[in-house]
């Protein structure tokens, strides 16, 4: 059983940046990849990125690449989403999920276990 708390949603200006956090229960990244997907109002959730469980593999979404930036610190249990440029479509609950192979693409179905989100607002 993994357990993922997610922090660090807030509302921020259009062009702005945020860096989410999601803390794991202990040992969890030494057997499971993390991904972050995130669900717009009215949308399906949709995977943003993944670190693989040796932490090598970091597949994005197209619209996270160049932008967005997934890395951990196994000390710590945590993994990090920062996030750069942010742009009002970039609006919704992030999530954290565990999955044990960073799939391409990112699928829901896939994932074991999921935090419970945080929410992202980006103003234009």
């Known amino acids: 059983q993994a357990q993922l708390v997610e922090s660090g949603g807030a509302l921020v200006p259009s062009g702005g940046s945020l860096r989410l956090s999601c803390v794991v229960s202990?040992?969890?990244?030494?057997?499971?990849?993390i991904a972050w997907f995130r669900q717009a109002p009215g949308k399906e959730r949709e995977g943003v990125a993944c670190?693989?469980?040796?932490?090598?593999?970091?597949p994005y979404a197209a619209s996270a690449k160049g932008r967005f930036t997934i890395s951990r610190d196994v000390a710590q249990n945590t993994v990090y989403l920062q996030m750069n440029n942010l742009k009002p479509e970039d609006t919704g609950t992030y999530y954290c999920?565990?999955?044990?192979?960073?799939?391409?693409?990112?699928?829901?179905?896939?994932?074991?276990?999921w935090g419970e989100g945080a929410q992202v607002t980006v103003s234009s």
């Open positions: 202990k040992n969890v990244l030494d057997r499971y990849g």
């Open positions: 999920a565990a999955t044990t192979y960073c799939h391409e693409p990112l699928l829901r179905q896939l994932m074991d276990y």
């Open positions: 670190i693989s469980s040796e932490g090598t593999y970091t």
